[in-house]
């Protein structure tokens, strides 16, 4: 969020706040990648809540004496610290937590996937085979079933539940870089060859390719008129002869969320320059690249678009509205709890359980928690999970004048029905609207298990590797959802995925089922 530009350059190597470890690692033998590591691993250990029941201690153990074993070698590079790295965070299987280095993947083999409904079918493929391979149902792959293909390489996928982990491994190409199917014993080298057996009998044999060599039969893809990514972080359209509306949310980010969260992840001595900065982006027309994905230029305060969209729906009479969360990766809960406060008159809206980890780490990047925290007590016990909110009314802040979230009583309110579309890509503070909606009963959810499981680990924490100068980010809060019997995973209303022939004809079937319920809820009338 605060990359911009060359000023925002500056800020992203030298402003960021980045939490130390106190003590230093005193082996010397170590390489920068070993070093790098062992520091990693104490980062966990140090801010991550409920680490042990997890990932217990002694498996933290045995994993790191082999891992740092596996980077002892003096040709070891940033490639090879990735993998091994992510096997180990991938014990946490969270979505907050990973790692990200630079590091250069030679190898390729040449075709892609796609997931659906729990299979795998082949999206594309070198131009040397033939095209009508394309869609049909991947059984093996190099002899190995694809279920333990899949089941080897999601150790290396943050995702938090499956669904989310089998489109890490086609997203990231696990599936076709060579030293990830290296890693998991599929391959020795990357002159095997990879040969891809299908339902059908049929089999694809490739060879590993450089990876400037690509050249693939492509599948044409017809975005939806309707629901295709737009440029706007949040928009709406209205249909009054068919009786719905639709918004698009992209982001749970506006102006003053932007200018908050410097607060959080900038050094204090900075935040004045990056403030000034950010504001100046605001009033240009043409706003850094940087910044303008995180507001709306025509509506820059996401409550005005709320607003002004629910009078819209009420003034046109539609009965129903369909919230697109599909894209949106995350951001700010505070925004998604001010759209609810205008879609119900409820008094008894309930928010998560939000719990602070009260470890060194989190207390750098969210001091306010602790200022909280001392109003009511001398000394705030350490490493424990300390209640910062019970969630008994999720309304806190918009109903509190002094916040910047306050939205006055006399809102419009829409009293229609709500149906929202969620998927493995609605991640964070968007995956927890979803779970909000949910567990008030404020909407229909259709699509899939969402990004973050709506009970566990959460809130993204920032910071660098001192030797290899990796991005590192950890979660360092724990929540748990509203309605706990609803269970780890949001389940959706009703289950909906994409298949290769929506994707060539242009159909959301996401958008087609909620069309379906709306022309139910009519008929019944």
Sequence with gaps: MLTLGSCGVFLQKNGMKAFKLPQKIKDKDLNKYQYDFVYMSQLLEEGFPKLDSIFPK????KQKSFFLKQLNHPNTTNKDFLLQAQKYLGNVHN????????????YYYPFKVFNSYGDLYLRN????????????????????????VQKRLRQFSSSENEIGQLADLRWYYYYYKVDYLKEIKVISGHKDRLVIKFEDGTSAP?????????????IKERPHPLTR???????????????????????????????????????????????????????KKKPSKRVAPYFNQKHPIFKDFVWEMVDSLN?????????DLRRNSGGQLNLGIELLYFLTDRKDVKGFKEYTYTSRMHQKYFPGDYREFMENQDKVPEYQLVLRSDGQDLFTKVKDSQSIFYIPPNR????????????????SAAAMLATLFQDNQLATIIGTHVGNNPTGPTTFTPMKLPKTKAYFGMASSYQIRADESKGLLLEPDYWVEYTIDDLAKGRDPFLQKAMELIKQSGAQK
């Design 315 to 323: 003034n046109s009479g539609v009965e129903h509205l369909i919230i």
């Design 125 to 148: 493929i070198e131009r040397t085979q033939d095209s009508l391979l394309i869609g049909k149902k991947i059984i093996s792959i190099n002899g190995f079933p694809i279920k333990e």
């Design 229 to 283: 990514s737009r440029k706007d972080i949040y928009s709406y359209h209205i249909f009054p002869e068919a009786n719905f509306g639709y918004m698009q949310y992209l982001a749970c980010y506006d102006r003053d969320e932007v200018l908050q969260g410097i607060g959080a992840y900038v050094k204090p001595w900075l935040q004045p320059v990056a403030r000034a900065y950010v504001k100046r982006q605001f009033k």
């Design 412 to 427: 419009p309110i829409f009293k229609g029905k709500v149906y929202v579309l969620a998927n493995y890509q609605t991640g």
């Design 95 to 106: 979505q907050h937590t990973n790692v990200n280095l630079k590091s250069t993947f030679e």
């Design 58 to 61: 002694g498996e933290r153990e």
């Design 206 to 218: 490739l060879n590993a390719v450089n990876g400037s060599d690509w050249d693939l039969y492509s």
